[in-house]
């Protein structure tokens, strides 16, 4: 289809130089002095996107959809951060590691808490207890950062491999393994082991890192005597407590990266709430089969971690 157009002929000539008429142009006859009557036929070309503007769309939903699976297994026995933080790496190669670390963060602390409150309107929550595993995890977080500055952790990674091993071997063997609450301290001790596995994996956690909120299920379960329903609902609040502090350093430092934390929160929080109501609903045997193919991925993690220290 063509479209008739009177226009003037000097403005015929700066248009046609500076290329904004489109092609073709046919001029069909003068109808006055200075005019042509000019028939445009436009011309319609496809355009292909830029891939570098996809790209980073692309980046963000992969994230997005690792955020989504790192909320749900971390919400059920802990180590999301075994996917999320891998594939962050991964994916946006150019960023700092405190900038990674960080956003992850907010995102994944978002999530747990999301998870906690799911376990917190279904299990009955031991308060007392969790409080003083929170608030000890947080004291020796912040120590096993500190020497870990002054330390490599590389050290300690082959006898860490060796006890994540015994862990997974001993869970896979013991079929009756946190199936049911089978206490082994009185009500009174509670309070101080919960205190004791706290400082344990807080500074395991600023130490390391890897696992930490597996390694605190397996503990209320192997140590105190929990059920892994009830060591899982622990854990996802402990875990809130410990990160609350490195959370508020991040955030006063303006490390996180907010147009990816935001979108990353959302994926994790669907993942955690999904997670956390799995667990509840399909219980103990649903959450150790989790756990096990959790400990197995951290043994895979530590064993290339070792192998490629040397």
């Not at 092609?23 to 009557?37: D, F, M, T």
């Not at 105190?224 to 329903?229: E, K, P």
């Not at 197995?296 to 192998?307: E, K, M, N, P, S």
Request: aromatic share 14%; glycine share 8%; charged share 10%.
């Amino acid at each position: 289809m063509v479209y008739p157009c009177r226009i003037k002929a000097g403005l015929k000539n700066q248009l046609e130089q500076n290329n904004i008429l489109p092609s073709p142009l046919i001029q069909a006859a003068k109808v006055s002095p200075g005019e042509s009557l000019l028939y445009i036929a436009p011309k319609f070309t496809a355009v292909s996107p830029d891939i570098s503007e996809v790209a980073p769309f692309m980046e963000l939903y992969l994230l997005c959809f690792f955020a989504f699976l790192a909320g749900f297994i971390d919400s059920i026995v802990g180590g999301g951060g075994l996917v999320q933080i891998p594939a962050f790496f991964v994916l946006y190669p150019t960023l700092s590691v405190p900038a990674i670390i960080s956003t992850n963060r907010l995102a994944s602390a978002v999530g747990t808490s999301v998870a906690a409150w799911n376990y917190a309107r279904s299990v009955q929550m031991p308060w007392r207890t969790i409080l003083y595993a929170g608030l000890s995890a947080s004291v020796f977080s912040y120590l096993g950062a500190t020497v870990q500055s002054l330390l490599p952790s590389a050290v300690l990674k082959p006898v860490i491999l060796v006890l994540i091993i015994a862990i997974a071997f001993y869970t896979y063997k013991k079929k009756d393994f946190g199936q049911t609450d089978r206490f082994r301290v009185t009500p009174g001790q509670l309070p101080r082991w919960a205190a004791g596995i706290g400082a344990v994996l807080g500074f395991y956690n600023g130490f390391i890192g890897p696992g930490t909120g597996s390694l605190l299920v397996f503990g209320f379960v192997s140590v105190i005597g929990y059920s892994f329903l009830h060591a899982s609902a622990i854990s996802k609040v402990v875990n809130v407590i410990a990160d609350v502090s490195s959370l508020v350093f991040f955030l006063l430092h303006k490390q996180v990266i907010f147009h990816l934390a935001f979108p990353m929160m959302a994926c994790n929080v669907a993942g955690s709430w999904l997670g956390s109501r799995m667990a509840v609903l399909r219980g103990n045997g649903f959450i150790r089969k989790v756990f096990l193919v959790v400990v197995v991925g951290i043994v895979l993690r530590f064993a290339w971690d070792v192998v490629f220290s040397f």
